[in-house]
């Protein structure tokens, strides 16, 4: 009876390290993954990288650049100059945005 319920809290401690090793590998994964997003992309990224990186369409990100108050655009001074993007900032303004609506400042055309 004592030997069968020594091999039970053997057998649910091994599964409980098993259970703390894949979160463990789990975690791993993901500070690897983003250290290879790292390598990948620079701080800066231009709108097909910064499309890729976070998923949106480079209108998209255009428009934002243009109409939301504090995304993480950087622009050249003259109108229509090309539009660049903080992968840091972009990384941040999606956890701090996620799950709210967003407010465009576009003005609709009369048709």
């Known amino acids: 009876?004592?030997?069968?319920?020594?091999?039970?809290?053997e057998?649910?401690?091994n599964i409980e390290m098993k259970d703390i090793m894949v979160s463990i590998l789990a975690e791993l994964?993901?500070?690897n993954?983003?250290?290879?997003?790292?390598?990948?992309?620079g701080l800066v990224l231009d709108v097909d990288e910064a499309a890729e990186?976070?998923?949106?369409t480079t209108s998209k990100l255009?428009?934002?650049?243009?109409?939301?108050?504090g995304f993480p655009v950087i622009t050249e001074e003259k109108k229509g100059s090309r539009m660049f993007f903080s992968r840091d900032g972009l990384r941040e303004w999606v956890k701090e945005n996620e799950g709210k609506p967003i407010y465009l400042n576009a003005v609709k055309s009369k048709g």
């Open 62 to 69: 255009y428009q934002f650049g243009r109409e939301i108050k």
């Open 11 to 13: 057998n649910l401690e």
């Open 29 to 31: 994964k993901k500070l």
């Open 53 to 56: 990186f976070t998923g949106l």
């Open 33 to 41: 993954n983003a250290k290879e997003q790292e390598k990948k992309y």
């Open 1 to 9: 009876m004592e030997l069968a319920l020594i091999q039970q809290t």
